[in-house]
């Protein structure tokens, strides 16, 4: 892909400028199906920069990484080398300072692979195959999802992927140097962690903890880190979390300062329309959730619900559920109000099976909206006008 400035389409067509007035669009290239959006400053410039997972073709390696560049206005040009070469199918990707040397580095999951492949940044955005990568992870039947952290206090990052047909997930321990060592440990899940895992300090003793969906059962499972490297069930863990659930996103939803959670079902699996919904989990700052008041949210026309995010799009502390349909080609928005309760609306995105994500890509207090639009090859970033 040529090297260029990109801020292209101020409007993706008319039915979404006529339909949501209150966001300005910008849609931006990326290379084959992208699925996988994250938000760091690779370069050093204190600009948020845009990391996309394209998968490519489906029965090829022909996976890539694309690194968008902010400028802090609102503009994003690919980095130098970028796209560049992930493998098969990259899945999920995940930010962190890998080998010490302070420039923000990525591990990858490549899905129908055994591997996570790790990439050293070098501070300008440009990023190289780390030593010993891919990491056969041993993960059955391959890894989907993946989160980073200093899971054993020894100021080193680690990496936690999935084991879905063995009910676990697996911590495997970095030595500093962008490698992940393996064998890693292998920790009970509930049934079929299926897809996505994610990382927070839930019961707020400073250690990472780790939820999974497990679509088998309708359940997450909140697993409380040691800081020793070791991982146990919260108390009440695994918790209802409605009809097959695979998709979740963590967020301060009631600002509380306690992280809650949102998740949506696998809709293929679902058994009735009634159960296409949005299940949300406050938590309560020791480990344990509950349903917060409102939830479930219904889904309505949302087909092929396939990702999920939460931000403030405000800049007041008003957060907002973003949920991605990737067959019915819309993002379904959800905002709580003062009062506790949630409003809905939507829109048209370009759609497939894509992501989404929130995230301040500018100096304006306010987040923006990142979708990957699967079909299209693109990414479109909706701004607050």
Not at 40 to 59: E, R, Y
Not at 218 to 242: E, I, K, Q, W, Y
């Amino acid at each position: 892909m040529p090297f260029l400035r990109i801020a292209v389409l101020l409007a993706l067509n008319t039915a979404f400028a006529a339909q949501t007035p209150s966001f300005r669009p910008v849609t931006i290239p990326t290379g084959p199906s992208p699925r996988w959006i994250a938000v760091a400053d690779v370069n050093h410039d204190g600009n948020p920069d845009i990391i996309v997972a394209n998968a490519g073709s489906d029965n090829a390696d022909d996976g890539t990484i694309m690194v968008l560049l902010g400028d802090g206005s609102g503009a994003f040009h690919p980095a130098p080398g970028s796209p560049f070469p992930a493998g098969h199918l990259p899945n999920d990707i995940a930010v962190a300072d890998m080998n010490h040397d302070g420039n923000p580095d990525l591990v990858v999951a490549n899905h129908q692979s055994p591997y996570l492949r790790v990439f050293l940044g070098d501070g300008r955005g440009g990023f190289r195959l780390a030593p010993g990568s891919p990491v056969d992870v041993h993960s059955n039947p391959h890894p989907h999802g993946v989160v980073v952290g200093d899971f054993n206090s020894d100021g080193k990052a680690d990496a936690v992927t999935d084991s879905w047909g063995t009910n676990q997930i697996e911590l495997l321990l970095g030595d500093g140097t962008g490698r992940l060592l393996t064998p890693g440990t292998f920790f009970a899940t509930g049934h079929r962690p299926y897809e996505r895992l994610r990382s927070a300090d839930f019961n707020r003793d400073g250690h990472p903890d780790i939820v999974t969906t497990n679509l088998d059962d309708g359940t997450v499972s909140v697993l409380l880190g040691d800081g020793h490297g070791g991982l146990h069930n919260a108390p009440g863990s695994p918790f209802p979390a409605g009809a097959k659930p695979w998709e979740i996103a963590i967020d301060d939803l009631n600002n509380d300062g306690i992280a809650d959670l949102v998740v949506i079902p696998y809709q293929r699996d679902i058994a009735a329309s009634s159960e296409n919904v949005v299940t949300v989990l406050e938590g309560d700052g020791h480990g344990g959730f509950h349903p917060m008041a409102g939830s479930p949210l219904s889904l309505s026309d949302c087909r092929g619900p396939n990702s999920v995010a939460a931000g403030d799009l405000s800049g007041h502390g008003h957060h907002v559920i973003a949920v991605a349909c990737a067959e019915s080609k819309t993002l379904m928005l959800y905002e709580r109000g003062a009062d506790g309760r949630f409003t809905s609306s939507s829109m048209p995105i370009p759609g497939g099976w894509g992501s989404v994500a929130i995230a301040r890509l500018t100096a304006d207090p306010r987040a923006a909206i990142i979708t990957a639009n699967a079909d299209a090859g693109s990414i479109t970033i909706c701004f607050r006008p």
